[in-house]
């Protein structure tokens, strides 16, 4: 399967709210793509059986997660951006340096993302220390599917 890059597309529509008004909104989505045009082809292909009447993509931007870890559970309805701290041997100069990466979790709450990335990180080698923990805006999220042959 190719992977490309993570993207935030951010969709703005004509949102109507229970009290029956009107009111224009802009959300992020976040697509797996090779490339900013791929990108928006596929969120418009994704989002327009979900829209009636006017909408558009009114930015993209590329997403800096290293990893998701998506999970199934119909209470995790959110996403949480987490920052780790790595810290790595450079093999030439014989230093210790620290490494920045930002993962994706979907949980129900700050305490379930903390502990799904902990269970999503289990098979990894390098010890890690989590810097950073923030809810995001981000409604959903279109993973890469291959096209049928």
């Known amino acids: 399967m190719a992977m490309g890059y993570w ?3 951010k969709v703005r529509y004509d949102k ?3 009290n029956g008004t009107i009111k224009k909104v802009t959300e992020p989505y976040l697509v797996d793509a090779m490339s900013f045009t791929e ?3 596929r969120i418009i292909k ?3 059986p979900f829209m009636s009447g006017e909408w558009s993509v009114a930015d993209i931007k590329r997403a800096n997660f290293s990893e998701l870890f998506p999970c199934e559970e119909e209470t995790a309805d959110r ?6 701290a790595t810290v790595i041997i450079d093999e030439k100069k014989q230093v210790e340096k620290k490494v920045t990466t930002w993962k994706l979790v979907q949980a129900a709450n700050l305490k ?4 799904k990335l902990d269970e999503g990180m289990k098979g990894s080698l390098a010890d890690f220390e989590v810097t950073q923990v923030a809810e995001t805006a981000i409604v959903d999220v ?8």
Request: charged share 35%.
């Open 7 to 9: 993207f935030e597309c």
């Open 16 to 18: 109507t709210l229970e």
């Open 39 to 41: 990108a928006e082809a």
């Open 46 to 48: 994704e989002m327009s």
């Open 79 to 84: 996403w949480y951006k987490i920052k780790l």
């Open 112 to 115: 379930d993302a903390i502990k």
């Open 142 to 149: 279109y993973f890469y599917k291959e096209l049928p042959k």
